[in-house]
């Protein structure tokens, strides 16, 4: 039988590896026994990281949570929050649920990266700055960067990600986010 749970486990990680990491697209029963696995765990200390990942990215993505899904997507939250981990995806949570306060007026950039490398950020905040400035992107997950910032109506944040490379830099990628109001409920 622990043979049995152990490959079980390991197939479902897998899965959300797949999903969460690779961004694959992955059948949407797994997501059913994610949602019995967290769920029976009121603690969560025994759930591996990576099934509360592919779970709230999941649950970002649907049209709408019905009242259990959206208390278990809180309890997840309030984990990965705890643990300092922010990802992108959490904003579209904003319209489907109340967010945590921590998450409100914000946007998330995030960053997905090698292992071998610290990416550097740049960014400013239009109308009112000019200039590029120096900021801190945050390891949230391994190859996974993110960095949160409030914005305000109006406000644009531009961004530039570099990979240095001895004493060169390189631009890996540059963007742009704004406030999304359906998006800071």
Do not use: H
Request: charged letters at 35%; a negative charge; one cysteine or more.
């Amino acid at each position: 039988k622990r043979t049995r749970e152990s490959m079980v486990k390991a197939y479902f990680t897998q899965k959300c590896i797949q999903y969460f990491l690779e961004e694959k697209e992955i059948d949407s029963q797994i997501f059913q026994y994610l949602k019995n696995a967290v769920g029976a765990d009121p603690g969560k200390e025994k759930i591996p990281t990576i099934y509360l990942l592919a779970l709230t990215r999941y649950y970002s993505t649907l049209k709408e949570l019905d009242e259990e899904k959206q208390e278990l997507c809180r309890s997840m939250l309030d984990i990965l929050l705890e643990e300092k981990r922010v990802f992108a995806c959490f904003q579209d949570l904003g319209r489907l649920m109340p967010l945590p306060e921590q998450l409100k007026n914000q946007v998330i950039l995030e960053f997905r990266g090698g292992r071998e490398y610290r990416p550097e950020l740049e960014v400013r905040i239009l109308p009112e700055e000019e200039q590029f400035q120096a900021d801190e992107l945050t390891k949230v997950y391994p190859g996974i960067y993110a960095r949160q910032k409030v914005l305000f109506e109006g406000e644009i944040l531009e961004y530039r990600i570099y990979r240095r490379d001895g004493e060169s830099r390189q631009l890996i990628k540059e963007g742009s986010i704004s406030c999304a109001a359906e998006y800071s409920r």
